[in-house]
């Protein structure tokens, strides 16, 4: 298995809140209006619910099936299950998730967005893979799209990823032309002492 399939097999999934995230709260009005907001990378992340609360039709792509099942299991959904290529759709009601590798997930299938909503998705991803992951999500925006973007930031070397560091500086290459403006800075909530771990929420318009 690869390691993601391990993390959720093991429930190595720190990640996963277990509540709507506080900068989708408060920051909420960066997507607000769009009618399809995706998802990428979402696991079983609560924030699906909380969008769909809210008006919006959301799309997640998450690798792993079984955390998909998880999603649906947990909130008494009962999904309907489409195959499309490679991928699996689970559909219940406005959320949608296709079970599967984000760069399979093209706007054939999956459709093109008004919005994203980005946690712990680019930060999850190697150096190496981010300008291809920001170029696909790119392609799967409609012009004027905006995301809302939570990036964790250390100095290089203070610690390993996943999650992996991505400064402004760096989303500013990764999305050239888009207007960045950082919205907040937290702590980060894992280690609310470590002055060395920042939380940050951009808004990008594209
Ligand atoms: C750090 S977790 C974040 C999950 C979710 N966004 C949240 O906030 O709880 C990253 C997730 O991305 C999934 N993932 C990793 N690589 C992926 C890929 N290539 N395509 C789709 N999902 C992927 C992992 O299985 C994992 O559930």
Redesign the pocket.
Known sequence: MG???D??AENK?G???GKP?SFLEAHHAVLAGAPRVL?????????LSWLAERGHKVVG????ED?VRAFFAEHQLEPVITVRGALVEYEAGAITIYA??????TSDVIGQFDAVY????L???PPD?RPR?AEHVRSLCLANARILQICFEYPEGHREG??FSVSEYELRHLYPGAKITLLETRPDYRAPDDPLLKDNCYSLGL
């Not at 792509?61 to 792993?64: A, I």
């Not at 980005?118 to 998705?121: F, L, N, S």
């Open positions: 390691f993601w399939e993390r959720w999934i990640f996963h809140e995230n998802v990428p990378l979402c696991g079983k992340a609560e924030d792509v998450e690798l792993v955390a599967g590798d984000v760069f399979a997930a980005d946690r712990a998705a930060v999850a991803l893979v992951y996943p999650p």
